[in-house]
């Protein structure tokens, strides 16, 4: 079974679609319900809430969680005990360890050939396969379930919201305690904490990331006054604006249409995704970034001197340009919790 620059091949994907249709039912009657990643009728934007819905009832002492590498770490052993637990089928089975243990062709950034995996490979699962993401929740499902079934919650005033490998704890004043299990948990399970990227917050007076949104302290301008909120993280707004930048470049001269419609793409599901908790701020800054990047493009497109400002003003390039507005977007009220 070979891998193309660590992707399957289509007859591969095709096999691995058909058996994760038959093994993900089985599986997702056993999933943690503080599991979002990769799961049907779930997503980030549900753990997102979660947190936020935890963090409002006092939850704000942090774990704030980072795993090394954790698809390319975990033990195959392992994992097909896990799945063994579940499924009973050998030829199933047979063709996991047989995924698991494919060779992966793989480019570095010069071009040079490398191959990874094999039958001596003992660990990690290929990216880019089908059935990776429900290979990986199958084993985090075991740190989740042991949380649980061994009583964490209640006992370090706790609780975890997992999105695949990304995990944050939310206690009342016990989250170093419960951050001293987790590492002594994920040893166990062959897994390591990132020490360099894992931390204690106190999200009364910091704030800490996750799933591309910011939690913690947060300022209402129109009472003077703090709560505990959710917003778009300043590494997200960040991205957006280098998307946003490396369309909007006086190389690129495909036709107005064509680029006001790649641009409204990239705003449009970024505002869909982040469209709760406080945004005004973030889309405030993106819509401020959006516009005099457009103004800039286009009066170099049509050779207007100096900056626009005359010819492109709001107007024009969110009305008759048709260039959304973040700001404008219907909206719903933002979700608060007084600090």
Known sequence: ????????????RVIQTAAKIVIEPIFEADFEDNAYGYRPARGAVD???????????????IVDADLSKYFDAIPHSE??????RRVVDRNVLRLIKMWLRAPIEERDADGTRRMS?????????????VASPLLANIYMNRFLKHWRLTGCGDAFQAHVVSYADDFVILSRGRAAEALAWTKAVMTKLGLTL???????RNARQERFDFLGYSFGAHWFEANGKWYLGASPSK??????????GELLVP?????????????NRSLRG?????????????????????????RRFLARRHKVQGRGNRRFIFDVIHRELGILCLQRLPRAAPSRASR
Request: with cysteine.
């Open 1 to 12: 079974m070979q891998f193309a620059g660590g992707v399957p091949t289509i007859r591969d």
């Open 47 to 61: 753990a997102v809430k979660e947190v936020h819905r935890h963090l409002c009832r006092g939850y704000a002492d």
């Open 79 to 84: 994992l097909i005990k896990s799945v063994a």
């Open 117 to 129: 995996g094999g039958k001596r490979n003992t660990r990690g699962t290929p990216q880019g396969g």
């Open 194 to 200: 990132n020490e360099a990227k894992t931390s204690l």
């Open 235 to 244: 590494k997200s707004v960040q991205r957006l604006k280098t998307r946003v």
């Open 251 to 263: 190389s690129n001269i495909d036709p107005w249409p064509e680029v006001r419609d790649k641009l």
């Open 270 to 294: 970024w505002s869909n995704y982040f469209g709760y908790g406080s945004r005004s701020k973030a889309y405030r800054s993106v819509d401020q970034y959006v516009f005099e990047r457009v």
